[in-house]
């Protein structure tokens, strides 16, 4: 299968089409976050140094998420296919990544950048509920994505909460930062020839036929 690299605007639905990768392809899905807060929760030397950090409200340096990164993508199960989520961020970390890859002789085949309007962006997020307890995803705007008791998980039954940051002002701010700060990116990508716009403008099936387009 092609590895994949995971860009998208906020609210993009980023975390459920990684999802349906996973369920229906057996993608090993590799979030950065996922990776610091796994490390956290070990108590590792790393882990205590990392939780220090956070805690201070400093940024975690490029040099030990590389490290967490390069740990995670020497495990097997990352030779059936993997999808980066949270990374590269900027062109310093892309080519730290083209390095780390070409030393564990990977590669990435697809870079998949889910474009979507702002004003659809901004629904979904203010739609957006999340599982108290084990963090599964919901909106309660959408169909396909509301939980089967309104307020309560179908995995866990604990109840469903929204994001405080949630709301219109915020929701602009962060999403514009993100469009500028993005554009290097997918230029760097795009020089590259592996760069795939997908229209993610409708529902999540369309999105995750036009994503399987690529893959395949």
């Known amino acids: 299968m092609k590895n994949i690299i995971f860009i998208a605007p906020p609210a993009a639905g980023k975390g459920t089409q990684s999802d349906l990768l996973v369920k229906k392809y057996g993608y090993v899905h590799i979030s950065t976050g996922d990776l610091l807060r796994d490390e956290?929760?070990?108590?590792?030397?790393?882990?205590?140094?990392?939780?220090?950090?956070?805690?201070?409200?400093?940024?975690?340096?490029d040099e030990i998420v590389t490290e967490l990164l390069k740990n995670r993508l020497t495990q097997n199960d990352t030779n059936n296919g993997f999808i980066l989520d949270g990374y590269p961020r900027n062109i310093a970390q892309a080519n730290t990544l083209d390095a780390l890859l070409n030393e564990l002789d990977k590669k990435v085949d697809a870079v998949l950048y889910l474009e979507m309007d702002s004003t659809i962006a901004m629904h979904r997020a203010l739609g957006r509920i999340t599982c108290s307890n084990c963090s599964r995803g919901y909106n309660k705007y959408e169909e396909k994505l509301k939980p089967l008791k309104e307020g309560y998980c179908d995995d866990c039954g604990g109840e469903l909460i929204s994001r405080s940051d949630d709301n219109e002002s915020t929701f602009k701010v962060r999403f514009d930062a993100y469009i500028e700060n993005t554009q290097p990116i997918l230029e760097f990508y795009r020089e590259k020839g592996i760069l795939n716009i997908i229209d993610n403008s409708g529902t999540p099936d369309n999105t995750f036929a036009l994503i399987e387009s690529v893959i395949k």
């Open 40 to 61: 956290v929760n070990r108590k590792s030397e790393l882990g205590i140094k990392i939780a220090d950090i956070m805690s201070s409200g400093e940024f975690v340096s």
